[in-house]
């Protein structure tokens, strides 16, 4: 049986805010494996998606409009800015009803499907933001195992598409799992801050 989705979503804001404490201030700067974005948009796309999801589950009634680019969401010293949102959405999951009914960008579903993709979605940015300055997060078995729970039953085209996941990409013969999984996503797992991308 895959992990519960609060589980995964609460380890994945841990994992993120490790990645997030790697960068300091030129850092949020660099290139990310996200094409067209810096390090900073990752946060802003995550931190963004984290905000929504913490208005939902406490009663609010939020209006999902992306920022282009998505950093621009960050607001001062993009650390503090991501542990003052980390904190109130980690509060939120706390006790939360996977099976109660909420409205959302995807219309009537359970709090556990809408925290699936954004506790996934913590441990895929935090790899790209480990690898704008050359660090290679590993991406838990478990977490892994979740994310294929999650995404396998759904369409090919609500998934591989660029809100999404990029096309799957060939890993080396030598990848280890979770360089596997990263191409997966649609990702080159041998990306690096010098590569031309």
Do not use: Y
């Not at 802003?44 to 998606?49: L, R, T």
């Not at 060939?170 to 979770?178: I, K, R, V």
Request: glycine fraction near 10%; charge should be negative; include cysteine.
């Amino acid at each position: 049986m895959a992990a519960q989705p609060d589980a995964i979503f609460v380890e994945g804001l841990d994992f993120f805010t490790s990645a997030v404490d790697r960068l300091d201030a030129p850092g949020w700067q660099l290139s990310s494996p996200c094409e067209g974005w810096v390090a900073l948009d990752a946060l802003g796309h995550v931190g963004a998606a984290v905000q929504f999801g913490t208005m939902l589950l406490t009663g609010g009634q939020p209006v999902w409009s992306p920022a282009d680019p998505p950093g621009a969401v960050v607001e001062g010293e993009p650390r503090a800015w991501w542990a003052a949102i980390a904190e109130p959405a980690r509060l939120a999951v706390a006790g939360v009803d996977l099976a109660q009914m909420v409205d959302s960008p995807m219309g009537r579903r359970t709090v556990g499907d809408g925290l699936s993709f954004p506790a996934l979605d913590l441990f895929i940015h935090a790899w790209d933001l480990g690898k704008s300055v050359g660090a290679e997060l590993v991406v838990p078995a478990r977490v892994i195992d979740f994310t294929h729970h999650v995404i396998d039953p759904l369409p090919d085209a609500a998934v591989r598409n660029r809100g999404v996941f990029a096309s799957a990409v060939l890993a080396p013969s030598d990848a280890s799992e979770s360089q596997e999984f990263i191409a997966w996503t649609g990702r080159d797992s041998l990306w690096s801050p010098s590569s031309n991308h």
